[in-house]
């Protein structure tokens, strides 16, 4: 899930949305979007979260660990991360 302060889904996230789209979903939060934003205990943009499957709460892993990693990445580091959420269940906990 992006959360994004930008009016238009950056290419980066498209491409890899497309790349993906049969074995992960995706979805954008725009920052007006308080009240998901807080709920995820997102303050600044973009930010780029993984929900492990059946994770809960917990199971919310952040791209670049809160450094705003997001915004300096490109789509194959990007789908390197998600393939290896997916088989890791550990990094997920």
């Known amino acids: 899930m992006l959360f994004t302060d930008q009016y238009e889904t950056p ?11 049969d074995s992960v ?7 007006s979007n308080l009240q998901v934003s807080d709920a995820y205990a997102v303050g600044k943009y973009p930010t780029l979260l993984y929900f492990c499957p059946g ?3 917990e199971g919310v892993v952040e ?3 809160g450094k705003g990693g997001f915004a300096k990445a490109d789509v194959k580091g990007l789908k390197e991360w998600v393939e290896g959420l997916g ?4 990094r997920c906990l």
């Open 87 to 90: 088989r890791d269940k550990a």
């Open 55 to 57: 994770g809960g709460e």
């Open 11 to 21: 290419l980066v996230y498209k491409s890899l949305a497309y790349q993906m789209k």
């Open 25 to 31: 979903g995706f979805g954008e939060v725009r920052a």
């Open 63 to 65: 791209y670049g660990n």
